[in-house]
C-alpha cells in the first residue's frame, strides 16, 4: 500500500530532514497563498472570518423566528422589537446594517480599482519620473504664476 510505504519513508528520515521537508511544504503554501491576487486571497483567507458572527446569528434567528422573519431582519424590512430572542434578533438586524453595506462597498472599490489598474498605461515610477522632469525644465525666472 502507498500509504504506508510513505509512512515508513518518513519514518526512516532523520529528524532533520523531516524539519527541511515541514519547513518546504510550508514554503510552497506560502507562496502558493502569495501567488494570488488581492481579492482572491481576501475571498480565501479573510471574508470567512468576517462571515462567522452573521452565519451564526443567522442561524439562531432561522431557528428562533423562522427564515423569512430572519430574512427581513437581515434586509431591514423587519424590526428586531418584540421578537423573541432579542440577542439574535438585534444582532442580526445591526449586521443587516452594517455589514453587508461594508461588504458591497469592498467589492465595488476591488473592482473599481482592478478597473483603474487595466487601464493604467504607466508605471507610477514613470509618472514620477515625467513629473520631476517638467518641474526641472520649469525656470524659477518664469514667474511662476506667483505675484503677477
Known amino acids: 500500500m502507498p500509504r504506508t510505504v510513505a509512512l515508513e519513508r518518513w519514518l526512516e528520515m532523520a529528524p532533520g530532514e523531516r ?17 494570488l491576487g488581492k481579492f482572491p486571497y481576501w475571498l480565501r483567507y479573510s471574508l470567512p472570518w468576517w462571515l462567522i458572527g452573521p452565519v451564526i446569528c443567522y442561524v439562531g434567528s432561522v431557528l428562533a423566528v423562522g427564515g423569512t422573519k430572519s430574512w427581513e431582519l437581515l434586509s431591514g424590512l423587519t424590526s428586531p422589537h418584540g421578537m423573541k430572542w432579542p440577542l ?19 467589492l465595488a472599490g ?10 493604467r ?6 509618472i514620477w519620473d515625467r513629473l520631476r522632469q517638467l518641474a526641472d525644465q520649469q525656470s524659477p525666472s518664469d514667474g511662476g504664476g506667483e505675484g503677477n
Not at 19 to 35: D, G, M, S, W
Not at 110 to 119: E, G
Open 19 to 35: 524539519a527541511v521537508k515541514r519547513a518546504r511544504r510550508k514554503q510552497a503554501r506560502r507562496e502558493k497563498k502569495e501567488a
Open 88 to 106: 439574535f434578533t438585534w444582532s442580526l438586524s445591526v449586521f443587516g446594517w452594517v455589514l453587508i453595506p461594508a461588504l458591497i462597498g469592498i
Open 110 to 119: 476591488y473592482l473599481v480599482s482592478a478597473q483603474i489598474d487595466k487601464r
Open 121 to 126: 498605461s504607466d508605471d507610477n515610477q514613470a
